[in-house]
């Protein structure tokens, strides 16, 4: 604790630092543009709403589980992002989708026994310095209104309750208010997979342990209960997913009016998240890809430091965060606004790509089927334009001394056509389930002309012929990368693009472009240089007392500067907000 007040004090010195010389210079030059649709309000639920929604889902969960069990759903542990700093507290799914509780340390028990249904919730006592510190914890009365659970005991006595589960004694709790028999024989709980399912091992480690500390149960994984469950949304849950895209949709349209002032992929990452927080997401839900030119043939680029090249394709697949749902949505458009041939060849394909998967996305279809719609355009559109030799072609690799046959269209489209889409970015749910109303898929094609994609191949005759034919129409397409991605809601007629308001198609992205880009103004932001790599001169350097033994030294020493230090007008272009002879860095 004592390292937190030492940061707080230096940075209160600082803040105090810069009021002082002008703290009103800083107001926004932007006007708000036309063309961008402005993200709708926030959906908004009464109590009664919310809690018959989950009392539905807590009573199809009931039904999923057998006669004399237990559910004993944890929430999730916090994070470590570096000592004692947590990354920002995310409730575990499964119990978010039973309780819309945030609250760490709150432990929910379902306890079926024949007509005897019960719903307990452990929840931590609030705590007046844990709260000073942290903000407030849930009273029994707000846990009640938001999750409708109203049996409540105290986490405190949780340890008792998983005790009496493991000793089959039976629990009462300190009120009298839960008193359990004890009968049970089977115990569910969110288990991984299988022991080489890691991200399963890590996200259920506590739930995995305590599986293995109890015998004389039928253990079973609480995650095949949930998954059917939660591929089918819910119209709350529609609502809630459509404002996340609507956020998105907002975020992607602002960074492609912004691209043409943008120097560096960071800065147009900026405008997304910047609007992601700007319109309440609660985070995005999985990391910004912004990739400008070669940097878009890589799937999940996160590192946002290539330059913005005016001739380049900008590829970003970004999603916020919405009360535990996430958008997950990718448009591909050129930095300077025009597609050149190359790029619009390449980008059609996908766009066909897209449209043939969606002709295929109604009830009673699969999800498979879609996915080889797209997989036969892709394969075909290729091969027209002889990036690959023939639509089933195939090229070969050497696995244990012996040549194997794979397809072409592989080295330019390998990833998987889309995936289910909810609470998580790759949502829960069985991939061979019928579509019916209400489930979402994403529906994201692309192709990545990555320039090494060619010399890896073995050295054999077949793989030579093939170099041989494919090479000169790869050197005119190299380093193009083109992802669309839009989410599919499966309706009762067919499907409905969660993602329509977003240009897709050439033209319209062409023309939003030439639109938007005249309405946003950020002629204050722009900057020749990266700060990230910067080496000011020093000459005219202003740090206050806190800061003397940070000498100019330090910056010509060449080290990156990405700290919130002050200093003044002269080479001070790079710091992102200039106003009153000096600028603040990052
Ligand atoms: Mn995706």
New binding site residues.
């Given amino acids: 604790m004592k390292s937190k007040f030492l940061v707080l004090t230096v940075i209160f010195g600082l803040l105090q630092f810069g009021f002082g010389l002008n703290i009103k210079a800083e107001t926004s030059a932007k006007i708000e543009p036309k063309t961008i649709r402005v993200t709708p309000p926030a959906p908004k639920f009464t109590d009664v709403e919310r809690q018959a929604e989950l009392a539905r889902r807590r009573a199809k969960v009931f039904e999923a589980m057998k006669e004399k069990s237990v559910m004993i759903l944890f929430s999730s542990e916090p994070k470590i992002y570096a000592g004692d700093v947590d990354f920002m507290y995310r409730q575990e799914n499964n119990l978010y989708y039973l309780t819309n509780l945030k609250q760490n340390n709150a432990t929910l028990v379902l306890v079926k026994d024949g007509a005897n249904k019960q719903e307990i919730l452990f929840l931590p006592k609030r705590n007046p310095q844990f709260e000073t510190w942290n903000g407030k914890m849930y009273s029994r009365e707000d846990a009640t209104k938001i999750s409708g659970v109203k049996t409540m005991v105290d986490s405190s006595e949780l340890n008792d309750f998983l005790q009496s589960i493991k000793n089959k004694t039976a629990f009462v709790s300190k009120d009298n208010a839960v008193s359990n028999s004890a009968t049970f024989e089977t115990l569910y709980l969110l288990m991984p997979k299988m022991a080489i399912d890691r991200d399963g091992m890590r996200e259920f480690r506590k739930e995995d342990e305590f599986s293995k500390s109890v015998s004389g149960y039928k253990i079973e994984n609480a995650q095949p209960i949930f998954a059917p469950l939660r591929l089918v949304k819910s119209p709350l849950e529609i609502k809630l997913l459509q404002h996340a895209i609507d956020i998105t949709t907002e975020a992607q349209m602002r960074s492609m009016a912004m691209i043409s002032k943008a120097n560096w992929e960071y800065e147009v990452q900026a405008e997304v998240e910047y609007t992601f927080r700007r319109r309440n997401a609660d985070y995005w839900g999985y990391p910004s890809i912004v990739g400008c030119g070669p940097n878009a043939t890589t799937l999940h680029y996160v590192e946002s430091q290539g330059e913005v090249k005016k001739g380049d394709l900008m590829l970003m697949?970004v999603g916020a965060e919405y009360d535990h749902y996430t958008a997950?949505v990718?448009r591909t458009y050129p930095a300077n606004g025009k597609f050149t041939k190359e790029q619009a060849e390449i980008y059609q394909i996908v766009y066909d790509a897209q449209e043939a998967a969606a002709k295929e996305l109604k009830p009673g279809a699969t999800f498979q089927k879609a996915s080889q719609a797209a997989v036969e355009t892709i394969k075909q559109g290729l091969a027209k334009l002889g990036l690959i030799t023939a639509p089933n072609a195939t090229y070969e690799i050497v696995f244990k001394g012996k040549p194997i046959n794979m397809p072409q269209y592989q080295l330019w489209f390998m990833h998987g056509w889309?995936?289910w889409?909810g609470m998580n970015?790759?949502d829960v749910g069985d991939y061979a389930t019928p579509l019916q109303p209400g489930m979402i898929t994403?529906n994201?094609p692309g192709i990545y002309i990555r320039e090494d994609a060619l010399g890896f191949l073995p050295d054999t005759p077949a793989n030579k012929e093939f170099l041989a034919k494919v090479r000169p129409v790869f050197e005119k397409y190299k380093n193009i990368g083109v992802r669309i991605?839009d989410d599919m809601l499966i309706t009762e007629k067919g499907v409905e693009w969660m993602t329509k308001n977003l240009p897709r198609t050439i033209a319209d992205i062409e023309a939003f472009m030439a639109k938007a880009s005249k309405e946003m103004q950020y002629s204050f932001l722009q900057r020749k240089t990266n700060p990230a790599m910067a080496i000011p001169e020093n000459d005219n350097l202003i740090f206050g007392n806190d800061l003397k033994s940070f000498t100019a030294n330090d910056f010509t020493g060449g080290k990156t500067i990405r700290r919130g230090w002050i200093y003044s007008e002269k080479n001070a272009a790079y710091s992102g907000l200039k106003h009153a002879k000096h600028s603040h860095g990052e």
């Fill in positions: 697949d997950d990718t889309g995936h889409l970015v790759h994403t994201e991605e």
